[in-house]
């Protein structure tokens, strides 16, 4: 069994910056890729970013050039950096994995999510 669990989420003004981390835990071999994703009340869940286990990465339109996603695979965590935020960024962040589990079994992590309110 696996285990996610993101931090750093807040209230922040436009144009502020937070970083959010996931952290990874259980029985893990590998994860193959790692992603946030996002809902906003009302909305559907839209992916953000993704990075896989070579460091290839993938973001949303709407957050290039503004938010980074890097990975530590040594530790099992992975982080969005987000600048300059926007009203419009305001949802709950949910971490997201691909992982091989020690028994060799693959599937899909979640987080629970953490919230990220922007405004003044």
């Known amino acids: 069994q696996v285990q996610l669990v993101e931090s750093g989420g807040g209230l922040v003004q436009p144009g502020g910056s937070l970083r959010l981390s996931c952290a990874a835990s259980?029985?893990?071999?590998?994860?193959?890729?790692m992603a946030w994703y996002r809902q906003a009340p009302g909305k559907q869940r839209e992916a953000v970013a993704s990075?896989?286990?070579?460091?290839?990465?993938s973001y949303a339109d709407s957050v290039k050039a503004r938010f980074t996603i890097s990975r530590d695979n040594a530790k099992h965590m992975w982080y969005l950096q987000m600048n300059i935020l926007k009203a419009e960024d305001t949802a709950v962040y949910l971490c997201?994995?691909?992982?091989?589990?020690?028994?060799?079994?693959?599937?899909?992590?979640w987080g629970r999510g953490t919230q990220v309110t922007v405004s003044s």
């Open positions: 997201n994995a691909e992982v091989l589990t020690t028994g060799r079994a693959r599937f899909v992590s």
């Open positions: 259980g029985s893990i071999f590998s994860i193959d890729r």
């Open positions: 990075i896989t286990s070579g460091g290839s990465t």
